[in-house]
């Protein structure tokens, strides 16, 4: 909720008001559209009427709408048959700007059609909303109010000219006389603007008119807000509602709308809304200024309380389908409708979505410096803000170093002076992780700096080998090599006890890794002919033609497996294990593919499994990275630009080629959200998604270089 504030003093709002809007700061209408685009709303839903926002007729409002990246849908409140030239401006500028228009009345959607050309496919007419309260009579409320045997007449809402209430209080003489029982009651504040402008000028004109009358025992005025409670008290001990409302072009009332809904019966002048809501002997319409007209309106009903009667039941019944419920259903179908056609939007540029990866801006690593602090890097963030209560993990810390000796490796003259501080401080955290009397990793560390288990899981150890493999042979330091180099003769021993077949591709990928700088020495060597065997020998047992993979499902990061095995057999001149390697990763890019030939991962919520149906959400981002990386790998052994076009439709996922057409990455930030739900982003930043989407652009960016410069690297 956005709450604009036509005053200096503070309001008390509920909790539900996150943002707040100074009605003439074009400031604070600029940090509002801001904070509206970082929270990845899908829809802004305007309540416009002249006079709330600030600038000639609002137009402050309309720099917003510029600003804010989501659809906007408008209800208009007033549509006005003869707007002055600055109401004309906004509202063609309102209706070019918004998706949908919604108005209350069939007159609003006539205005906007014949005399704004909106097309009728824009417009939607939902009724005003209403309490969804029993039907009742009067006489079960008066007694709360100390209103037993009195005729009760009521006009609600904030006081102020216009709304025709001297002409109410000139019929109360004719009323009294047939009706000596009869009290008006006129329920409200006076306006804040007039209040300001004029104080209670019209209010005390109104007192010194009934005190003129003869009828001050009569008119009674609450000078106050009243709560929900008071209102609804207040309403069911009416018998007549009165709006002798002054403007035929009022095309909303709130308030009518609220006593027609209780059942209440209503004496009103013809404005539009009233016009349309009380045919059909729904209510009494009377003409303007017209107090005797109003009088015998009223006398009417409380001679005939038989009619009254039949009319207040069929107002009842007429107001069912605006309950606040019903309400919010059609408004819900209007916004599902929109954010639709976003999509059907998004998906039809199909030539942009082609293009994405090639109009990739580069790295950024704003995001990830947030979340690093001297341990190392947090796990989660909330939005883009680091989660300190959820501390630290060596699962991504590895990542992290593994990124940095992507940069170091991949981009030498690449100017980013904080590498070196960061490749440190995410080793340190690493180094730190393994206990060395066992030779394994712990994993999680709390922001307190205590570990929280004796070891980690073992796909946890297995990146941490992965990663220092990979700095013992990338690292530009001298000093990390050999330390990242210690801390892998150190682990990779424990890897051959384990079960987990992810952990074994990433041991065999930091194996990989350490080889391409350093002579493997027979111990490693076993053990890489151990680990490549255990993935051969999962596919012998698991593999059939119609489901050529290692599993008899498929669940997370699965194209690190391919890409174990296709890196490993080039390395050890294994045509077996390449191959498998090949064709399983071929099989997995057909899963992942959808009918337009976007990328789409596996959804963790169900995962695929051998005979079911594969869950498509939730979507996550180290899966498109484990795409992009194992395609690459498949190019430099292949030399086939196949796999490069597959490394690219994967990495587009992050910039918006998906299921839902919305992009990952954030491009002020580098960061990444951490996920696609079935009708939004996830969009909390956290590091390993953000660590996936650097990882992958590190990636593709160096793969459009020549294959000698990559295996120079």
């Known amino acids: 909720m956005v709450a604009v504030n036509d005053h200096r003093n503070a309001y008390h709002y509920p909790p539900r008001v996150h943002i707040e809007v100074d009605q003439h700061d074009r400031t604070s209408y600029a940090n509002a559209a801001a904070r509206l ?158 209040l300001e402008r004029e104080g209670e000028a019209y209010r005390e004109s109104l007192e010194d008119l009934a005190a003129g009358l003869g009828v001050a025992n009569h008119v009674t005025f609450e000078n106050r807000f009243v709560t929900a409670d008071e209102l609804a008290r207040f309403i069911g001990a009416t018998d007549v509602y009165l709006t002798p409302y002054l403007n035929e072009a009022q095309v909303t009332s709130g308030a009518l709308a609220h006593v027609f809904g209780a059942g209440r019966a209503i004496v009103s002048t013809p404005y539009w809304h009233a016009r349309e809501l ?28 038989e009619r009254a009667d039949g009319m207040r039941r069929k107002a009842y019944e007429q107001s069912r389908s605006s309950v606040w419920p019903e309400v919010a259903e059609q408004y819900m179908e209007i916004f599902d409708e929109v954010a639709e056609q976003k999509l059907v939007e998004a998906k039809g540029v199909s030539d942009l979505v082609k293009c994405r990866t090639e109009k990739f801006s580069g790295l950024k690593l704003d995001h990830l410096k947030r979340l690093t602090d001297d341990t190392g890097i947090l796990q989660h963030a909330i939005y883009n803000v680091p989660n300190y209560r959820e501390g630290y993990c060596t699962d991504d810390n590895a990542r992290a170093f593994i990124l940095c000796n992507r940069i170091e490796a991949y981009f030498p003259g690449m100017q980013i002076p904080e590498i070196d501080l960061l490749a440190t401080r995410y ?159 071929e099989w997995l890019c057909d899963q992942h593919r959808m009918h337009d030939g976007n990328f789409q991962p596996t959804g963790t919520n169900g995962f695929h499994h051998r005979d079911g149906e594969r869950a498509v959400f939730d979507q996550q981002p180290v899966e498109a990275q484990a795409m992009v990386s194992a395609c690459i790998e498949a ?63 590190t990636e593709i960016t160096a793969a459009k270089r020549p294959l000698s410069h990559i295996h120079a690297s």
């Open 427 to 585: 080793l340190a955290f690493i180094a730190a992780a393994l206990d060395e009397s066992t030779g394994r990793f712990r994993n999680f560390m709390n922001h307190e700096r205590r570990w929280l288990e004796p070891f980690g899981s073992e796909d946890s150890h297995g990146r941490a080998v992965w990663a220092v493999g990979m700095g013992a042979a990338q690292s530009a330091d001298s000093g990390r090599r050999k330390l990242s180099a210690q801390l892998f003769d150190n682990s990779i021993s424990a890897v051959t006890g384990f079960t987990s077949p992810r952990a074994w591709a990433f041991a065999l990928m930091g194996i990989h890794e350490y080889g391409l700088a350093r002579n493997c020495a027979p111990k490693i060597r076993a053990v890489r002919e151990l680990l490549n065997e255990k993935l051969l020998n999962l596919w012998k047992l698991c593999s059939e033609p119609d489901w050529p993979w290692f599993e008899s499902h498929v669940t997370y990061e699965n194209a690190r497996l391919c890409e174990a095995l296709i890196v490993t057999g080039a390395a050890i001149s294994d045509g077996r294990s390449l191959e498998i390697g090949l064709s399983s990763l």
């Open 635 to 697: 190019y430099r052994v292949s030399g086939d630009e196949t796999w490069l076009d597959e490394a690219g439709r994967a990495f587009d996922w992050f910039l918006g080629a998906n299921e839902l057409g919305i992009p990952l990455h954030d491009a002020t930030s580098g960061g990444c959200r951490d996920g696609l739900h079935c009708d939004r982003a996830n969009e909390n930043q956290g590091a390993e998604s953000t660590l996936a989407f650097l990882i992958a652009a």
């Open 278 to 305: 009380l045919g059909e002997d729904l209510g009494v319409l009377v003409p303007f200024r017209n107090s005797a007209a109003i009088a015998d309106g009223v006398c009417g009903l409380l001679d005939d309380p």
């Open 37 to 194: 685009n970082d929270s990845g709303a899908d829809i802004l839903c305007v309540q416009h009427e002249f006079g709330i926002y600030g600038g000639p007729a609002g137009s402050h409002l309309l720099g917003f709408l510029d600003a804010v990246s989501m659809p906007v849908v408008t209800t208009l409140h007033t549509v006005l048959p003869e707007p002055d030239a600055h109401q004309q401006l906004v509202m063609e500028a309102l209706i070019e700007r918004s998706s949908r228009l919604v108005v209350m009345a069939e007159k609003a959607a006539e205005i906007l059609s014949v005399n704004h050309g909106v097309k009728d496919e824009m417009i939607d007419i939902v009724p005003h909303g209403i309490p969804d309260v029993p039907f009742a009579s009067s006489s079960a409320f008066k007694g709360d109010l100390g209103l037993h045997g009195r005729s009760v007449l009521l006009t609600y809402g904030l006081l102020g000219q216009g709304k025709g209430i001297e002409h109410a209080i000139r019929a109360m003489p004719e009323i009294i006389r047939r009706h000596p029982e009869a009290l008006y009651i006129i329920l409200g504040a006076t306006h804040p603007n007039l």
